[in-house]
């Protein structure tokens, strides 16, 4: 069974940055479709983006066009999270996904706190 660690989280003040890694442990990384999600307290978990497994587009949720980027390095079984220009509504716990032939794998989360 895959794992995923993620990593990166934090806090940091209004306006600023962070980038968000998760490692996965399986050898075909390349063959699964990954996305960031998150979970605000006292709400539902809400997807954040997605890049597919080969090349495709990658999608965002609108509340973060333009200010996060999702990228992968397969050679490091590894996807990533660029935050910019973070608000203090992007607090949450933020989760990695991964999905292939309709089976999904989930990290434990990691933290991010904007606030000043």
């Known amino acids: 069974q895959m794992q995923l660690v993620e990593s990166g989280g934090g806090l940091v003040q209004p306006g600023g940055s962070l980038r968000l890694s998760c490692a996965a442990s399986t050898f075909i990384f390349s063959s699964y479709a990954m996305s960031w999600y998150r979970q605000a307290p006292g709400k539902e978990r809400e997807l954040v983006a997605t890049?597919?497994?080969?090349?495709?587009?990658?999608t965002y949720a609108e509340f973060v066009k333009g200010r996060f980027t999702i990228s992968r390095d397969n050679a490091k079984n590894t996807v990533y999270l660029q935050m910019n220009s973070l608000k203090a509504e992007d607090t949450g716990v933020y989760y990695c996904?991964?999905?292939?032939?309709?089976?999904?794998?989930w990290g434990q989360g990691t933290q991010v706190t904007v606030s000043s």
């Open positions: 996904k991964a999905r292939r032939r309709g089976t999904d794998y």
């Open positions: 890049i597919p497994s080969a090349g495709g587009t990658t």
